[in-house]
């Protein structure tokens, strides 16, 4: 099937700083596309989701942008703070909630106070 | 809501023994989740069941995995017998039927030596 993926694996960004994580993904019929946030030996929590019928979606400190003619999702995390270093996943499936959401294999955002 | 809750949080067994991982999903959701984190393949899904049906098995890895859910409060993932590339992070997730947030444990790390 097809998959998600990430452009980059790593992040380092200044503590204050905006962060942006990229991800692309190849399933044109994916209409539903969500973040995760992976603290060390944790489970993925949610942080935000969008679906195609929009181009953008913001919640507290993060936006999520979705292009669907590049077929590539972003995160973007305002001000970032040490309590932000995680990795990243996106994930998509369809709105339907039928199929079962399939992750990228996620960013490591690392925070420099 | 204690959320989703997983057992045991870290197991080392020797190969050849039998592994069974444990989920107890958030109280009214009816979609379960079961999915293996690996460094090389990041999060793969196994297993799902809705309403305690099982409805894609196609990512179990072999005839040594099964799972079962036997009631809408507990879900069981078993490895038998058990090998050493079956070390991973095992996670459950549930969520409502028809919709695309999943809600994650915190995981079991399974070492097979």
């Known amino acids: 099937g097809e998959s998600v993926g990430l452009h980059l694996p790593t992040l380092s960004v200044q503590e204050g700083d905006n962060s942006i994580i990229n991800c692309a993904y190849s399933?044109?019929?994916?209409?539903?596309f969500i973040w995760y946030k992976q603290e060390s030996g944790k489970g993925p929590q949610f942080i935000i989701d969008?679906?195609?019928?929009?181009d953008k979606r913001q919640g507290q400190r993060v936006t999520v942008l979705l292009n669907k003619t590049v077929k590539h999702l972003s995160l973007q995390i305002a001000a970032t703070q040490p309590g932000d270093s995680a990795v990243y996943f996106c994930?998509?499936?369809?709105?339907?909630?039928?199929?079962?959401?399939?992750f990228g294999k996620g960013t490591r955002l690392s925070v420099i106070a | 809501d204690a959320g989703v809750i997983q057992s045991p949080r870290h197991e080392v067994t020797e190969m050849g023994q039998e592994v069974t991982l444990r989920c107890k999903p958030i109280s009214g959701h009816n979609s379960l989740f079961w999915y293996r984190q690996t460094m090389m393949r990041g999060l793969e899904l196994l297993i799902y069941?809705?309403?305690?049906?099982?409805?894609?098995d196609s990512g179990m890895p072999e005839d040594r995995f099964s799972a079962k859910m036997p009631n809408a409060s507990f879900s069981t993932l078993k490895i038998q017998p058990s090998e050493p590339r079956d070390s991973a992070v095992y996670f459950c997730?549930?969520?409502?039927?028809?919709?695309?947030?999943?809600?994650f444990g915190a995981g079991s790390r399974l070492t097979v030596l």
């Open positions: 069941f809705n309403n305690n049906v099982p409805i894609d």
């Open positions: 969008i679906r195609s019928n929009m």
């Open positions: 399933n044109s019929a994916s209409d539903y």
């Open positions: 994930a998509e499936s369809l709105v339907s909630g039928n199929t079962p959401l399939v």
């Open positions: 997730a549930s969520g409502k039927e028809g919709a695309n947030v999943l809600t």
